[in-house]
């Protein structure tokens, strides 16, 4: 890291999206080796499509531990729309889909984001709730466990799109921004150009740690 970086989120954070996306991601692999017969092959990674279906389910159960503790995290920054700046971000489209002199301000989260963490949030949930119930099916009747298998697959399509759209924003479509991410840290330059607001809240608050500076405690009460 060098001068000139400042932190924007912790460690704590950091251990939670990567445990959330990780086993997303294998949540995702593991339920399309088990839904498509052309996709069967991926069993034989995991010594069988019995082996497979234990993964995917031991698995679900880290993903509902994570989201549980991602939405009780970010939820007040990232899963309340606030008007009308966010009304404003999204006329604008953020800038992404054309021109905009001038990209409106928004908090630390802005609506792109914010609309991707309540998918996320709400198709989560969906599939955690649908797969408990597929997988201890005895004591409900047979046609309300049946609506569970669509039901799932919704919440995989919904989340599997939405996870690209937010990779390539995260990655490509805002260059330097992965970084808060893997180290913690971003350049003030790409932080201030993307959330602008966010930096002037953080510095008239005394709370954005600069590169260098010891930080004692963030916003949710962890040590750095």
Request: with cysteine.
């Amino acid at each position: 890291m060098k001068k000139g970086y400042v932190q924007v989120t912790d460690s704590y954070e950091r251990i939670i999206h990567w445990t959330m996306a990780i086993s997303c991601l294998l949540l995702c692999l593991t339920g399309l080796g088990m839904m498509f017969q052309s996709f069967n092959f991926i069993g034989y990674l995991f010594g069988g499509l019995k082996n497979l279906k234990l993964v995917h389910n031991f698995t679900g159960l880290i993903f509902a531990v994570s989201l549980l503790m991602a939405i009780r995290m970010w939820w007040k920054e990232a899963g309340v729309f606030v008007f009308p700046e966010d009304m404003d971000w999204i006329r604008a489209a953020g800038g992404y889909l054309w021109h905009v002199d001038k990209v409106p301000e928004t908090g630390k989260y802005n609506p792109g984001q914010k609309a991707f963490f309540l998918v996320v949030a709400v198709f989560g949930v969906i599939m955690i709730i649908t797969g408990l119930i597929m997988w201890f099916p005895t004591a409900l009747p047979v046609a309300l466990v049946r609506w569970m298998y669509p039901l799932h697959v919704l919440g995989f399509v919904a989340i599997f799109t939405f996870f690209f759209v937010h990779l390539y924003l995260g990655t490509i479509g805002n260059p330097g921004s992965v970084q808060a991410m893997f180290s913690g840290w971003m350049d003030k330059k790409v932080l201030t150009m993307l959330h602008p607001k966010w930096v002037k809240e953080m510095e008239h608050e005394g709370k954005l740690v600069a590169w260098g500076e010891e930080k004692k405690s963030d916003a949710h009460g962890h040590s750095a």
